[in-house]
């Protein structure tokens, strides 16, 4: 079975400043989807970024980006000059290439809470 | 992206009662919808998917009879709590797919609070 691995319950960064949240996946699939999502005080669950396993380029989306290591099962999220509205829930999440049942379900870690100071 | 609503945001009802909560894919057919359950400063813990037209797939540990699974339409699944208790209260959040694609769009999520 998959799983996913968040080992920061919390973290902080400065305002303007630059964090990385990991993520660490167990799969014995070699096709498969990331995705980091953004869960604010409103608990409205956001997608930020995406990744697809058989891509080698880390996927960017303007201050977000990724570090994909597919040997290391390593997935983590980099969050470059820091605002005040990034301050939320962050859920890495697995999902196999295979569509339908269990396989094409999302699996998620447990969330990191990252707290922005001004 | 896509735009997903659910109604309603929030409900608070009496022990005994069934609550309904409505989840639409706004601006695409959405062949999947998922349901989540999410207790307070936890994960997304998965119940059930559903396939327009068809039974929905329960995850084990999850009562079928308790958490009835509607998915009349490409753009609307309902998801009732029957018989609600104190322990049902929690925050269900609705994820919408496409056919052949692998991202989920989630619903706002409503609150339900049972007394």
């Known amino acids: 079975a998959q799983t996913v691995t968040q080992s920061q319950p919390e973290m902080s960064v400065q305002e303007a400043e630059t964090v990385t949240l990991s993520c660490t996946y167990d799969?014995?699939?070699?096709?498969?989807?990331l995705f980091w999502y953004k869960q604010p005080p409103s608990r409205q669950m956001i997608l930020v970024i995406r990744q697809e396993a058989y891509k080698q380029q880390n996927a960017t989306e303007n201050r977000f980006s990724v570090n994909f290591q597919k040997a290391a099962k390593s997935f983590s999220l980099k969050i470059s000059d820091s605002q005040l509205g990034d301050a939320a829930m962050y859920f890495c999440?697995?999902?196999?290439?295979?569509?339908?049942?269990?396989?094409?379900?999302?699996?998620f870690g447990k969330g990191t809470k990252l707290s922005v100071k001004p | 992206g896509a735009v997903v609503s659910q109604h309603p945001s929030w409900v608070i009802c009496k022990s005994g009662t069934s609550v309904k909560i409505e989840c639409r894919s706004l601006?695409?057919?959405?062949?999947?919808m998922f349901w989540y359950r999410q207790f307070p400063k936890q994960s997304l813990m998965l119940m059930a998917t559903s396939n327009e037209g068809s039974k929905a797939t329960y995850e084990q540990g999850v009562e079928k009879d308790k958490f009835l699974i509607n998915h009349a339409s490409l753009t609307l699944s309902t998801l009732t709590v029957t018989s609600a208790h104190p322990e049902d209260s929690s925050f269900y959040i609705c994820s919408v797919q496409r056919g052949g694609q692998e991202t989920q769009y989630f619903g706002p999520g409503t609150r339900l609070l049972v007394l």
């Open positions: 601006d695409f057919q959405a062949t999947t």
């Open positions: 799969t014995s699939e070699s096709d498969y989807y």
């Open positions: 999440a697995y999902r196999g290439a295979i569509y339908g049942g269990s396989q094409g379900n999302l699996i």
